[in-house]
């Protein structure tokens, strides 16, 4: 657990903006899809459902006055990492409920982004402290001991799971996507809805961790030549489609090709690349 500085309205705004802003630049969500509230806020967050649900008015307040990641879909989202897919409270949306921990969080905790699916991670945002925590259902990223876990009540699980202050969080995330620890693509096929493709070249955050000291991703090793081949085709789409664009896309389609769908999703999805995208070494 990171401790955390007091809760600060404008400075989680400004982190979750950044990291928003960011991820933007990457070949996947929609590069419209960002949008931002009216002075006066989203008159549309779903107030009264919230009040229902024991949420202060702090926290109405800040989702009035968030960025959101606008997707066609009013009850999906677009996914922010493999586990977690942001919430449209700006549309009327309210989080799913349904786990029993998400259902009696405290009124100062909302979360920001569902999980995906049961192996997937809610992002709670703890307006008393600042601090995000990644809570699971299924328990995979706990920090302390199992039997630690077990004896603790329902209400109070999510608790024992990974915390750290907004700010610092989105930006250890940024960096993940920065040094290709993680990477993401538009969705291969219809299966999984909107959700991204999401690659990784660690196990854990242990290893993210161990690979975020690494100051160059020149630097990394991949052993797996699975993971590298992905990895390198991932990388080689993503510069094709954002260095030749539409053209390309055309040219692709006209020719056929297993990877012709993807490189058009590409296109489409982003016309820039990330900042600091570089061939993992052989």
């Given at each position: 657990?990171?401790?955390?500085?007091?809760?600060?309205?404008?400075?989680?705004?400004?982190?979750?903006?950044?990291?928003?802003?960011?991820?933007?630049?990457?070949?996947?969500?929609?590069?419209?899809?960002?949008?931002?509230?009216?002075?006066?806020?989203?008159?549309?967050?779903?107030?009264?459902?919230?009040?229902?649900?024991?949420?202060?008015?702090?926290?109405?307040?800040?989702?009035?006055?968030?960025?959101?990641?606008?997707?066609?879909?009013?009850?999906?989202?677009?996914?922010?990492?493999?586990?977690?897919?942001?919430?449209?409270?700006?549309?009327?949306?309210?989080?799913?409920?349904?786990?029993?921990?998400?259902?009696?969080?405290?009124?100062?905790?909302?979360?920001i982004a569902n999980m995906v699916d049961r192996n997937g991670s809610f992002l709670l945002l703890d307006t008393e402290t600042g601090n995000i925590t990644s809570y699971s259902i299924m328990a995979e990223?706990?920090?302390?001991?199992?039997?630690?876990?077990?004896?603790?009540?329902?209400?109070?699980?999510?608790?024992?799971?990974?915390?750290?202050?907004?700010?610092?969080?989105?930006?250890?995330?940024?960096?993940?996507?920065?040094?290709?620890?993680?990477?993401?693509?538009?969705?291969?096929?219809?299966?999984?809805?909107?959700?991204?493709?999401?690659?990784?070249?660690?196990?854990?955050?242990?290893?993210?961790?161990?690979?975020?000291?690494?100051?160059?991703?020149?630097?990394?090793?991949?052993?797996?030549?699975?993971t590298k081949v992905r990895l390198m085709r991932l990388h080689v789409l993503s510069c094709l489609a954002n260095s030749v664009g539409r053209e390309f896309m055309t040219f692709t389609r006209s020719m056929?090709?297993?990877?012709?769908?993807?490189?058009?999703?590409?296109?489409?999805?982003?016309?820039?690349?990330?900042?600091?995208?570089?061939?993992?070494?052989?």
């Open positions: 657990m990171v401790s955390s500085p007091t809760y600060s309205r404008h400075e989680t705004i400004a982190a979750i903006t950044h990291f928003y802003t960011f991820y933007m630049r990457l070949p996947y969500v929609d590069p419209k899809a960002l949008v931002f509230p009216p002075v006066s806020g989203w008159p549309e967050i779903n107030a009264t459902e919230l009040h229902n649900r024991g949420k202060s008015n702090e926290i109405i307040e800040l989702l009035q006055h968030l960025p959101y990641l606008e997707n066609p879909s009013i009850r999906g989202g677009w996914t922010i990492d493999s586990e977690s897919a942001c919430i449209q409270y700006h549309k009327g949306v309210c989080y799913n409920d349904l786990p029993d921990a998400i259902k009696n969080l405290p009124g100062y905790v909302i979360p990223n706990i920090e302390g001991n199992w039997e630690e876990y077990e004896r603790l009540e329902e209400n109070d699980k999510w608790r024992a799971f990974p915390t750290m202050p907004v700010k610092q969080f989105f930006e250890r995330w940024q960096m993940l996507y920065e040094k290709l620890i993680w990477m993401v693509a538009p969705p291969v096929d219809d299966s999984h809805g909107d959700g991204g493709t999401y690659f990784t070249r660690a196990d854990n955050a242990v290893e993210e961790d161990e690979m975020l000291e690494i100051d160059d991703v020149d630097d990394v090793e991949i052993e797996d030549e699975y056929g090709g297993p990877e012709a769908p993807l490189i058009e999703r590409l296109v489409r999805a982003n016309s820039k690349s990330i900042s600091r995208v570089t061939s993992p070494q052989e």
